[in-house]
């Protein structure tokens, strides 16, 4: 067994650890939730995005979408009005990006 295969589970791992920990403060204890959730989403639709390359054919098609998804994510301004639209393309970019990295279709 290689020793990356492993890399993903001690992430989650050490995740897991830091927010049954509780280091810091209130505010700092709700950003990592928010982060380590968008991460987890991210992962699993990543995952179905391989899955999905199995039953589709759409190579091009996806990659091109998948670069639009990352160019509107990285023009969109942060704030608080726009977090709702900016998870929506982060998690677009992720099933796409797990579909393209696939080795199926």
């Known amino acids: 067994m290689n020793v ?3 890399t993903p589970i001690i992430i ?3 995740i897991i650890i830091i927010i049954i920990i509780g280091g810091g403060s209130a505010s700092t204890q709700a950003h990592l ?3 380590y959730g968008s991460f987890a989403l ?3 639709l990543a995952a179905g995005g391989g899955y999905v390359s199995v039953l589709t054919q759409l190579g091009v098609l996806c990659g091109l979408c998948s670069l639009g998804l990352m ?3 990285m023009r969109t301004p942060h704030s ?3 977090e709702l639209q900016r ?4 998690a677009g970019f992720a099933l796409l990006t797990g ?6 279709g």
Do not use: A, E, K, Y
Request: hydrophobic share 45%.
């Open 4 to 6: 990356f295969d492993l």
């Open 12 to 14: 989650i791992i050490i």
């Open 33 to 35: 939730q928010r982060v």
């Open 42 to 44: 991210c992962m699993l």
């Open 71 to 73: 160019l509107g994510l």
């Open 80 to 82: 608080r009005d726009t």
């Open 87 to 90: 998870l929506g393309m982060l």
């Open 99 to 104: 579909r393209g990295r696939s080795n199926g």
